[in-house]
C-alpha cells in the first residue's frame, strides 16, 4: 500500500474551502467497517464517524452522519424528516448519487448535492475521523468543519 496521500473529490473539496485535516491510510478489508478502521488507526470507534447514504420511499437520497459504534434507528429518522420511510441505498445507488463506492463514500466532494444529518452527539467531540473519499483512507478533523461546509440538520437518530 502506498503512503501517498489520494486526491480525492472529497480531498478537493477540503483544500478548497481551506480546511485543516490529516490524513490516514490503512489496509482496506470488504466488510471491515469501523471497528477495523478505528483498530488500525488506534482510536476509539466512537470517533470513526460513517457516511451513510440512504433514501426515502420518493427514492429522495440523503446522507446521514453516525458514530462508527452506533446504528441509525430508521423509524426515527423518518418520523424526524415526515417521510414513512427510510432505507439503505444499494451501491450503484450510493455512486450514483455519491461519486463513491461503499467503504469509501465521503460527505465532502460528493457527485450531486445530497441533505446532510448529523447525529448530535458527533459535534461534542474534539476531533473525528472520517472517509477522505477512498477505501481506506480518513480524514482526522474537527467535527464543527462539519456544520461550517456541508450545512447538515442536526439529528438525534442513533442507536447502540
Known sequence: MSDKTPITSAIRF??????YYSTHLYEYEE??????????????????VKTIVLEDEKRNPL??????DMEISAKKLARTLNVKSISPCSPDVVLKHSGYLVGGCSPFGTKKRLPVYIE???????????NGGKRGFLVSLNPKVLLETLNPAIVEVGIK
Open 14 to 19: 477540503l483544500n478548497e474551502k481551506k480546511i
Open 63 to 68: 446522507i446521514v452522519l453516525m458514530h462508527g
Open 31 to 48: 466488510k471491515g467497517g469501523t471497528k477495523l478502521s478505528a483498530e488500525k488507526l488506534g482510536v476509539d470507534e466512537h470517533v470513526v
Open 120 to 130: 448530535k452527539s458527533i459535534l461534542d467531540l474534539n476531533i473525528i475521523y472520517i
